[in-house]
């Protein structure tokens, strides 16, 4: 009986030791085979760190080769978590790095906690500049597990140059990194906020690489252990020309209100050459730290860009179109001649001309050339406003340009048809406010350029670009810009002679003189927007081209508050042009007296007059790719010790 006993207890515990066994053989199963990967990340983490090194963005140059932007070395402060780092020593670290930082020292607590709970490194102040720098290499010897390392950073060499244009760079939201995780960014990672940075962020981030070091239990580098490398975005090359873009910048800069913008592009495929609004920015001041002294003047951001969201009335320019409409339609002789006495009076109004003494017996050509309002007055009346709305339509006014920037506005359109839409009667003194430009139609500086550009190429309409081609980091090609015709604007030769004839006699004997070069064929029009809220702003458009071949330069000038299109925006389109043909250095001639001729029985002989395309083709197909939006922004030390890190000089 006892022997019996003892055969059962031997039985249950040998039970208990095969269970025992088989518990432990699943679980060294499962640690071994099925979570082996899972706990070798762990055992790894427990004495190395990997640390993210951004790549460098592409650069942006302008048509000519010159760098718009480009990424630089900065220097960045990281901390590694230790194993050993108890809360007191996180709430020293807070404290010391609060002082030299700036930062409340409950926030870079909370940042801390976070990277010790995560067990990951963080970035506590990044592209540090050199005196922070060296005083926070102090705190390396006081605090392990914080570091300084070397990463690229954007840099824009030029400053305020383009800054509308290029746009800015920003740390990436909770918001947007939930979004994008997937396509490789960190939550703290830097991307484009506005303009080209943000439309072609897929093509300008590079690929950002890792360095994995061997770290001690208190998170202090010890060596070294892998990498992988990171790979530079794509080159954008643009059709800008940053000459021209001195030229405006500087112009509208000097100008009356320091208030403005302008647009020029060539006529023949629609590239934009230069593109500016002032106020402009510095887009170096996102990339600097919160705390620095500098980045107080983003308090007031000048963000809004002029050049397609400002909507203007185009005054005295849109006679160009008025006269398209009396002209095509047969609705004036050109040759029949109206007398301005200073004013106009319709019923009970009176419309007043710019010029209170009149201009007498004006025809066609010199009611252009000296901007005779009465004229416009009385043959608007004879168009109509329904057909001078039609030819508004026809250019374009009142439709978005389609450029790739966020933020463009459409303009208003001002006619019967747009009024009955709005449930509102038509009267024939909205025909002659029409007639000159003034009323409730709006235009943006950028519609008025392309317009000015259809003038120029004998009708042709091009959606405005600002990219030439892309390229990968070793000069492949994946990417080249097509022109895109937006329409295309019907009118007979002699329709188009007469305006040409008209815009030319403007700059060589009327209100545009200011802009008057020898050796250049120069058409263009003055303009003043009537302004309710203080002073009017002041409008020139034009084209030019060498003379005897077609115009190479369309441009619309806008100076916010400046007044006279002659004496505030004309200056500048005349160093714009000069830039663009290389000429400032041509002495401004002496300015005649304006004459007014007397009418002739028939038209003036034809005035040199820039080549047409009277059938201009229709454009390629569109291109590979589409950019277009549906929205409606010192020297480093030579001692200083080597980073562990790849250097990233070479490639920046």
């Known amino acids: 009986m006892r022997e019996r006993d003892t055969r059962d207890r031997l039985g249950v515990l040998l039970t208990l030791i095969y269970a025992g066994a088989v518990v432990l053989g699943v679980r060294l199963l499962h640690m071994q085979v099925i979570r082996n990967v899972y706990y070798a990340r762990a055992a790894e983490s427990n004495r190395t760190q990997v640390i993210h090194q951004a790549a460098p963005r592409g650069r942006i140059y302008d048509r000519n080769g010159d760098v718009i932007a480009t990424s ?21 670290l807070a404290e010391s790095l609060s002082k030299e930082l700036r930062r409340e020292k409950e926030d870079l607590l909370v940042l801390l906690k976070e990277a010790q709970r995560e067990e990951s490194a963080i970035h506590l102040a990044e592209n540090l500049p050199l005196k922070p720098m060296f005083r926070l290499s102090e705190l390396k010897t006081l605090y392990p597990g914080v570091d300084l390392v070397v990463e690229a950073r954007r840099y824009y060499p030029r400053g305020h140059h383009l800054s509308h244009l290029v746009g800015y760079m920003g740390k990436m939201d909770k918001r947007s990194w939930r979004r994008m995780r997937n396509d490789g960014y960190r939550v703290d990672s830097w991307i484009g906020r506005s303009g080209l940075e943000k439309k072609f962020e897929e093509d300008l981030r590079g690929v950002d690489g890792e360095v994995r070091m061997e770290v001690n239990a208190q998170g202090s580098l010890k060596r070294k252990i892998g990498e992988a490398p990171w790979r530079q975005g794509n080159n954008l090359h643009l059709a800008i020309d940053s000459r021209i873009q001195e030229a405006v910048e500087e112009g509208l800069r000097n100008s009356p209100s320091k208030m403005g913008a302008a647009v020029v592009l060539d006529p023949r495929n629609g590239g934009v050459l230069a593109i500016a609004s002032i106020p402009d920015f510095d ?14 003047a983003l308090k007031d951001f000048p963000g809004f860009n002029r050049a397609i969201s400002g909507t203007y009335a185009p005054g005295s320019t849109f006679k160009i179109i008025v006269g398209a409409a009396m002209f095509e339609e047969g609705k004036v002789d050109p040759a029949e001649t109206i007398f301005c006495p200073g004013a106009f009076t319709l019923g009970n ?35 109509s406003g329904k057909i001078i709305e039609q ?50 139609l709006l235009a943006t500086p950028i519609q ?34 097509s022109p895109e015709a937006l329409g295309k604007v019907e009118l007979r030769k002699e329709t188009w002679d007469l305006i040409h004839r008209g815009l030319v006699n403007v700059v060589r004997h009327g209100t545009g003189q ?26 020139f458009v034009a084209y030019a081209g060498s003379e005897g071949e077609e115009p190479s330069l369309a441009l619309s000038v806008l100076v916010e508050h400046g007044g006279h299109g002659s004496s505030a925006a004309g200056p500048i ?50 291109p590979k790719r589409d950019f277009s939006t549906e929205s409606d922004t010192a020297s480093e030390p030579e001692d200083m010790e080597a980073p562990m890190f790849p250097a990233v000089e070479d490639a920046l």
């Not at 003494?357 to 010199?366: L, R, S, Y």
């Not at 392309?450 to 994946?478: C, Q, S, Y």
């Not at 000429?583 to 304006?594: G, H, S």
């Open 448 to 481: 008025m350029a392309v317009a000015m550009g259809a003038v120029a190429n004998g009708g042709t309409l091009w959606r405005p670009h600002f990219t030439g081609k892309i390229e990968t980091a070793d000069g492949r090609e994946i990417y080249t810009q």
């Open 349 to 383: 109004r009176t419309f007043k001309c710019w010029k209170k003494k009149g201009h007498k017996k004006m025809d066609w050509i010199g009611a252009l050339t000296n901007s005779c309002d009465v004229y416009f007055y009385r043959q608007g009346l004879k168009t």
């Open 514 to 539: 200011r802009v008057n070069i020898p050796g250049l064929t120069i058409g263009g029009k003055t303009g003043t927007s009537q302004n309710p809220r203080g002073e009017d702003h002041a409008w």
């Open 283 to 296: 887009p170096n001041l996102f990339l600097l730290p919160e705390w620095d002294e500098e980045k107080k």
């Open 573 to 622: 389109a005349r160093k714009v042009i000069e830039a663009a043909f290389d000429l400032a250095k041509v002495p401004k001639p002496t300015r005649p007296p304006i004459v007014v001729p007397p009418p002739p029985e028939d038209l003036p002989p034809s005035l040199p007059v820039p080549k047409r395309r009277d059938a201009a083709p229709a454009p390629e197909p569109a």
């Open 391 to 440: 030819y508004t339509k026809r250019f374009h006014l009142g439709s978005k340009t389609k450029v790739i920037l966020e933020g463009e506005k459409p303009g208003n359109l001002f006619g019967p048809e747009a009024r009955a839409l709005k449930k509102r009667g038509w009267y024939e003194g909205d025909t002659v406010n029409l007639s000159i430009g003034q009323g409730e």
């Open 72 to 92: 630089r070395p900065a220097f960045s402060l990281i901390y590694l978590p230790g194993k050993s780092q108890a809360p007191e020593y996180l709430s020293r």
